[in-house]
């Protein structure tokens, strides 16, 4: 599934990344702004938040809210003429057993995580579609490829935005606009601090695999820079990725068996 299409050297780019606060999408930032990029870092925080390069501006936008996408368009229309470059990257994070979970943490992540996604590109590509150009970037995760045990919310959502995703870099192509995704095993991040949900075994789960993760935002930022310069339709960013996915595809019984010994294992079945 991953694969290259043209390459396309444009910088300065002026580009919007959501969720950049904290995480993947602060390190985006600093990344873009490093290489002189005009850079709209958006989050749900009313005022700057600390640690934002000083080359990046910043707007409130909650992902969820139509009226914030409104005016975070507006705002693009008014400050630049256009955009080169939208990230959908704010995401919130949900563990839980399909017996324990509750619909209102499903409703949650579905508006933030998937909806949130959505929004944004429906905001944006009527602007991308009249400059003919523009590259869309949806940050998933690696469990949107394959799907481990006690995660079925998170895991469908991430689904969703490669499926959403892969469907745009379909869609949008004959508009000359490029679309990726990026999937992600665990990093270290603040994404265990938003776990919220009745199953908490499944949440302390979660919350140690992103601590405890040996790769840092900034390394998978890297990794998604080079990603996107190369226009990739699918950006994996780690080998755990890479090997996860290819055996999936190619090694499907041996994929299913790890899947249930881990369910086994996991939720001391
Ligand atoms: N950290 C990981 O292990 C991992 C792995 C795969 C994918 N991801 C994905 O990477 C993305 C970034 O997460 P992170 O790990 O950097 O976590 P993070 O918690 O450090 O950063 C997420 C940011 O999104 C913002 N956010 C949350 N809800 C929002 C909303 N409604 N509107 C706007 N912003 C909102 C938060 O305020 C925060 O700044 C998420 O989509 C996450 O699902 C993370």
Same mark, same amino acid.
């Given at each position: 599934?991953?694969?290259?299409?043209?390459?396309?050297?444009?910088?300065?780019?002026?580009?919007?990344?959501?969720? +950049? &606060?904290?995480?993947?999408?602060? *390190?985006? $930032?600093?990344?873009?702004?490093?290489?002189?990029? #005009?850079? !709209? %870092?958006?989050?749900?925080?009313?005022?700057?938040?600390?640690?934002?390069?000083?080359?990046?501006?910043?707007?409130?936008?909650?992902?969820?809210?139509?009226?914030?996408?409104?005016?975070?368009?507006?705002?693009?229309?008014?400050?630049?003429?256009?955009?080169?470059?939208?990230?959908?990257?704010?995401?919130?994070?949900?563990?839980?057993?399909?017996?324990?979970?509750?619909?209102?943490?499903?409703?949650?992540?579905?508006?933030?995580?998937?909806?949130?996604?959505?929004?944004?590109?429906?905001?944006?590509?009527?602007?991308?579609?009249?400059?003919?150009?523009?590259?869309?970037?949806?940050?998933?995760?690696?469990?949107?490829?394959?799907?481990?045990?006690?995660? +079925? &919310?998170?895991?469908?959502?991430? *689904?969703? $935005?490669?499926?959403?995703?892969?469907?745009?870099? #379909?869609? !949008? %192509?004959?508009?000359?606009?490029?679309?990726?995704?990026?999937?992600?095993?665990?990093?270290?991040?603040?994404?265990?601090?938003?776990?919220?949900?009745?199953?908490?075994?499944?949440?302390?789960?979660?919350?140690?695999?992103?601590?405890?993760?040996?790769?840092?935002?900034?390394?998978?930022?890297?990794?998604?820079?080079?990603?996107?310069?190369?226009?990739?339709?699918?950006?994996?960013?780690?080998?755990?990725?890479?090997?996860?996915?290819?055996?999936?595809?190619?090694?499907?019984?041996?994929?299913?068996?790890?899947?249930?010994?881990?369910?086994?294992?996991?939720?001391?079945?």
């Amino acid at each position: 599934m991953p694969s290259r299409s043209r390459r396309v050297p444009t910088s300065p780019r002026r580009v919007l990344v959501t969720g +950049a &606060a904290s995480g993947l999408g602060l *390190a985006l $930032v600093r990344t873009f702004v490093a290489r002189g990029d #005009h850079v !709209l %870092a958006t989050d749900l925080h009313s005022e700057r938040p600390d640690g934002l390069p000083s080359g990046a501006a910043y707007l409130p936008l909650d992902v969820r809210s139509d009226g914030a996408w409104a005016d975070a368009l507006a705002h693009v229309r008014e400050t630049w003429g256009g955009l080169d470059l939208l990230v959908n990257n704010a995401g919130v994070a949900a563990g839980g057993r399909i017996d324990v979970a509750t619909m209102q943490e499903w409703e949650w992540i579905v508006d933030i995580n998937l909806l949130g996604v959505v929004r944004g590109c429906r905001t944006f590509t009527p602007l991308l579609k009249e400059q003919g150009n523009g590259h869309i970037v949806n940050t998933a995760s690696l469990a949107g490829l394959v799907h481990a045990p006690g995660m +079925a &919310a998170y895991n469908t959502v991430k *689904a969703g $935005v490669v499926a959403l995703s892969e469907t745009l870099s #379909h869609e !949008l %192509a004959p508009h000359g606009i490029d679309v990726s995704v990026v999937c992600p095993s665990f990093f270290r991040t603040n994404l265990g601090a938003s776990f919220q949900g009745a199953d908490t075994e499944m949440e302390e789960a979660g919350k140690r695999m992103v601590s405890r993760s040996r790769r840092s935002a900034d390394q998978v930022a890297q990794v998604v820079a080079r990603g996107i310069d190369a226009r990739r339709d699918v950006i994996l960013t780690d080998r755990e990725g890479h090997v996860a996915w290819r055996a999936k595809r190619f090694m499907r019984p041996a994929y299913t068996a790890v899947m249930k010994r881990a369910a086994a294992k996991r939720l001391g079945v």
